[in-house]
């Protein structure tokens, strides 16, 4: 069985920073591409960052040069450090990633950790 386990999140004022954590556990063949997606009251889900194993990056308009994401392939990590922050980037923020487990490819979500900004 394998899950996505967030860490991270609260309350923060405009202009802080906050890092958000997502831990793969289980039997884990292959993580392929691991991401950060969020969803604001009223609004979809969107992509905020993703990477790739091989450590390329992706990241929407709205956050390049305030968020930065990372791995860590030992302990099956990807980090969301951001910056900056704004009280737009208020949402709910999941983990994405796309993981091989024996023979099995498929994607998985974390449950969710909640990032508000004051202003």
């Known amino acids: 069985q394998v899950q996505l386990v967030e860490s991270g999140g609260g309350l923060v004022q405009d202009g802080g920073s906050l890092r958000v954590s997502c831990a793969a556990l289980?039997?884990?063949?292959?993580?392929?591409?691991m991401g950060w997606y969020r969803q604001a009251p009223g609004k979809q889900r969107e992509l905020v960052a993703d990477i790739t194993s091989g450590g390329s990056t992706n990241y929407v308009e709205s956050v390049k040069g305030r968020f930065t994401i990372s791995r860590d392939s030992a302990k099956n990590t990807v980090y969301l450090q951001m910056n900056s922050l704004k009280p737009e980037d208020t949402a709910v923020y999941y983990c994405?990633?796309?993981?091989?487990?024996?023979?099995?490819?498929?994607?998985?979500w974390g449950q969710g950790t909640q990032v508000t900004v004051s202003s």
């Open positions: 289980g039997i884990i063949s292959r993580l392929n591409v």
């Open positions: 994405n990633a796309d993981i091989t487990s024996g023979w099995v490819r498929r994607d998985y």
